[in-house]
């Protein structure tokens, strides 16, 4: 018993190892594989799937902190452009790397401690450093003393200002405005308060470049070429500082040839009295 036990508990070195005899093929090594993935599938309910929703949430959620965020227009005060319940979405790195909001920009912003609680949307009208005013005898907005066409975007019927205004936007603040004139509170209705009616740049959350639904709706968002037009704060200033120049030496050489018209009829007038002494 012990013989056959032997000979059917055999190892390799029992083998025929003859001519005409197979050698045993040698175990392949296995790969080493990486238990990660399959450990995090294997913890989370719903496996793959939850993992691969969860990843795409987290996406989701840093592009709508640091790139892009959808915004709801909740009220008519950017009619025609901007309707009630229209979805916009705001690119939240257009300012970010050294560029500003420019006149006719449509901005989303931070309304909380000077226009009350909540986010805002409205188009830029002036920068710092602008002279905003309205009206002029026509009617219009003007900016650094350029009237500005509004009617490509202005709700229709609406006029550009029911109230006078007329102020010079501080560095680093916007003066902004409603397309729905008549049905907007803007910077107009908070000149009396702090902060003058402006909004801080810091406050601006992005500028508003699509409208993404509804689909029948949806366009990109232009900003108006009326604006584009108007010449920047400095420009204006020099052009009033020569003007003001202009008609100081105007008044300077007024004044000089009165004087010298002065000047020339005083001496006739002693050559007058000399002559008249010399026949007496």
Wanted: proline share 7%; glycine share 14%.
């Amino acid at each position: 018993m012990d013989d056959e036990a032997q000979q059917t508990e055999r190892d390799r070195s029992s083998r025929p190892s003859g001519p005409g005899s197979l050698p045993e093929p040698e175990p392949r090594e296995g790969r080493s594989r990486s238990a990660y993935p399959g450990t995090v599938a294997t913890w989370v309910p719903g496996g793959w799937i939850t993992v691969t929703l969860l990843v795409l949430l987290l996406f989701l959620l840093l592009l709508s902190a640091f790139v892009l965020q959808p915004f709801r227009i909740p009220s008519g005060s950017m009619e025609r452009g901007l309707r009630i319940g229209d979805r916009v979405v705001v690119n939240k790195v257009a300012y970010r790397f050294g560029a500003g909001p420019r006149r006719g920009d449509i901005v989303v912003f931070d309304g909380t401690g000077t226009w009350g609680d909540g986010d805002y949307i409205k188009r830029v009208v002036g920068v710092g450093g602008d002279h905003v005013t309205c009206c002029d005898e026509e009617g219009r907005v003007q900016v650094n003393g350029r009237p500005v066409d509004e009617s490509a975007f202005l709700y229709p019927g609406d006029s550009p200002s029911t109230v006078a205004f007329d102020v010079v936007v501080p560095d680093g603040t916007l003066f902004v405005l409603g397309d729905h004139r008549a049905d907007s509170s803007d910077s107009r209705d908070h000149l009396g308060s702090p902060g003058g009616g402006m909004v801080p740049v810091g406050d601006v959350i992005g500028r508003a470049d699509w409208i993404v639904w509804p689909f029948g709706h949806a366009t990109v968002l232009d900003r108006p070429g009326a604006y584009a037009r108007v010449p920047a704060a400095k420009d204006a200033k020099g052009a009033e500082n020569v003007k003001g120049a202009e008609d100081v030496k105007g008044a300077e050489d007024v004044k000089g040839a009165e004087a010298a018209e002065g000047a020339e009829a005083a001496e006739a007038a002693k050559g007058l009295e000399a002559a008249k002494d010399a026949d007496g």
